[in-house]
């Protein structure tokens, strides 16, 4: 029997949903009460990038001088701007018109209302086998504010500007803040942000932050962090902010940008069982079902990160789940995560912070910018790659880039992680040159200690493994290049298992690994086993570690065990 699923909320989260529901056979129905493709398409994501593109085009033509050209001082055209954005965001809401149309998915316009196993639209009921709840968010007032002033506007109401404000102001150094103050500084106007937190854009590297925050200050934005809004003195043409430091920000407009509401309440979800937690959000486990079996929930109103492309990925999983397609959790470890701002953020994976919380000692790989020469041909020399990688086992678990095209080139360190790709396998694959990309061969290069042109500062060795019966393994992996042109490598893993109170120290081996000979493919070398045990146990290590140093060599890897193995007399998989 075809089974019916209703859509509520046809934003990114839902229009993937209701497609990949008429994928799979199902009947859909998608209700949505404004226009198709929600916050992201309307108000968010879409917008903001068409407007963002023509801040940096502006940059570009002013810089045009330096790279030769000359051209007079350019003028904006401010309704020109939001026009184009607005002709942007029309063809992407068509797109997804045409792909509902195509796959059978029937759009009803309106609010709905659950109420048993369906769902009202006026007096129109849409019953469902599989209800998913994608109703996302809208923006949050701040109270003490006067969100009806004509001078106060959200992210939403920005969008509708009709001049360039000389001086704003904004309340919340959140991604969001911090793209529409990229966006307008870009313009002219002057910027000042107010941030509660010590740090803008929390949740990002810190280290990050602050290199980032020196690059936009000169961009005529002030960051007072910190600190809080206390009260408001509206005037017809200005409005006077008051610190909790005493402070006084003077400006022609406020930007109000402290969070998102998500819009579950009143609409029947509570009276079907389903929960909705303090914070509004629906409650789900890990499949994304809800308390209610029929009722599923995905996006921005399930809490958690709130990005498009999240959204989509959960629309689709709790969709799959709901029809029974490929059951399984909602994979949340790779979510590349963007900052729009001139230079623009990128993360994927764990931080710095995230992984210590987690109990992983981070093992950092770094590039700057301004040894790349894609970005310095482009203008763009400030920025900073950060890869992360596990210490003990130096399996990547996250980045941070800073800096021109951190947007595009993230996704190669996600497919890293999602494939337990160590820093060393990511430094081994040949990048095309000059990219920007090859910030992450550079960085994964620096965190081994092995980058050509780099120095080894901030790199740390993988520390040596310590086994329960007091031996102590050391792996050293060893790459040389004949030149940056021709490159060909040679790999020597050598894993020593010493015990505990064996004279040759980790460091005694420094002569042993400088002396290892310098030959093609991997070579692992057994010194010193204590025990048939620990030997086998090193053998195993050697042959991981050779698998992390490159997978088309592991059968070489495995042979040259296997033959060290011999060499002490103790046959592989013995003891
Ligand atoms: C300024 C800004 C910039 C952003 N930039 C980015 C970015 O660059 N990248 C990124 O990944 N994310 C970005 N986001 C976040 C992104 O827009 C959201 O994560 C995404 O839109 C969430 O999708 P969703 O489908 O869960 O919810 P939404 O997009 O909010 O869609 C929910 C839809 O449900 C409808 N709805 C709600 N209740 C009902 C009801 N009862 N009946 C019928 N319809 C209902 C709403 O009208 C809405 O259309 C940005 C957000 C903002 C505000």
Not at 50 to 59: N, V
Not at 293 to 318: F, M, N, T
Request: aromatic letters at 4%.
């Amino acid at each position: 029997m075809t089974q019916r699923v209703v859509v509520l909320g046809g934003g990114p989260a839902g229009d993937v949903a209701a497609l990949r529901a008429a994928q799979l056979g199902a009947e859909v129905t998608m209700i949505e009460r404004a226009e198709l493709g929600g916050t992201c398409l309307n108000w968010g994501c879409i917008p903001t990038k068409s407007l963002l593109a023509g801040a940096d085009l502006l940059r570009k033509i002013r810089d045009a001088a330096s790279f030769g050209i000359r051209v007079p001082e350019p003028e904006v055209d401010f309704a020109r701007m939001m026009e184009r954005k607005e002709e942007v965001v029309v063809t992407m809401r068509k797109g997804v018109e045409a792909a509902c149309k195509r796959r059978g998915v029937k759009v009803v316009r309106a609010q709905g209302v659950v109420d048993g196993d369906a769902v009202v639209t006026g007096d129109e009921r849409h019953e469902f086998d599989h209800l998913i709840v994608c109703v996302g968010t809208e923006p949050s007032g701040l109270p003490g504010i006067d969100m009806e002033h004509p001078r106060v506007v959200t992210s939403n109401g920005i969008l509708r500007l009709e001049r360039i404000p000389e001086h704003m102001l904004v309340i919340g150094g959140g991604v969001v803040g911090c793209e529409f103050a990229s966006l307008f500084a870009a313009l002219g106007s002057r910027i000042t942000v107010v941030e509660v937190l010590p740090q803008v854009l929390a949740g990002v590297d810190a280290r990050i932050v602050q290199q980032w925050r020196r690059i936009v200050e000169k961009q005529g934005i002030t960051f007072l962090t910190g600190r809080r809004v206390e009260s408001v003195d509206y005037g017809t043409d200005a409005l006077k902010a008051h610190l909790d430091d005493g402070t006084a920000v003077e400006a022609d407009l406020l930007l109000v940008s402290v969070g998102r509401r998500s819009q579950t309440r009143g609409i029947g979800l509570e009276e079907a069982g389903v929960i909705i937690n303090d914070r509004d959000h629906v409650e789900v486990d890990a499949f994304l079902r809800t308390a209610n079996p029929k009722v599923w929930g995905a996006g921005d109103c399930i809490g958690g990160l709130q990005l498009a492309h999240l959204g989509s990925a959960e629309g689709g999983r709790a969709v799959e789940n709901a029809l029974g397609h490929e059951v399984m959790p909602m994979d949340r470890t790779v979510v590349p995560s963007c900052i729009y701002t001139h230079p623009e953020i990128a993360m994927v994976g764990l931080n710095p912070e995230a992984a210590k919380a987690a109990g992983i000692e981070v093992k950092l790989g770094q590039a700057r910018y301004l040894g790349n020469g894609k970005a310095l041909g482009e203008g763009e020399p400030d920025g900073l790659n950060q890869l992360y990688a596990d210490a003990a086992t130096d399996r990547l678990v996250g980045a941070t880039v800073m800096g021109a095209h951190a947007v595009e080139i993230i996704h190669e360190v996600g497919v890293a992680i999602s494939d337990g790709l160590s820093m060393d396998d990511l430094g081994s694959i040949i990048h095309a040159h000059p990219t920007v990309s090859e910030l992450m061969m550079d960085a994964a290069e620096q965190g081994e200690g092995v980058a050509p042109y780099l120095s080894r500062i901030g790199a740390r060795p993988t520390p040596p493994l310590r086994h329960a019966d007091g031996s102590v393994q050391d792996v050293a992996v060893f790459r040389r290049r004949s030149s940056r042109r021709r490159r060909f490598r040679i790999r020597t893993a050598t894993t020593r298992t010493l015990p505990s109170n064996h004279p040759a120290t980790p460091a005694a081996s420094a002569p042993a690994r400088r002396s290892a000979p310098s030959q093609r493919g991997v070579r692992t070398t057994i010194v010193t086993p204590a025990t048939p045990r620990t030997a086998v146990a090193a053998r195993k290590a050697a042959v991981s570690r050779a698998r992390q140093v490159n997978r088309i060599e592991v059968r070489s890897a495995i042979t040259a065990a296997c033959a060290s193995m011999r060499v002490f007399g103790v046959a592989p998989g013995t003891a």
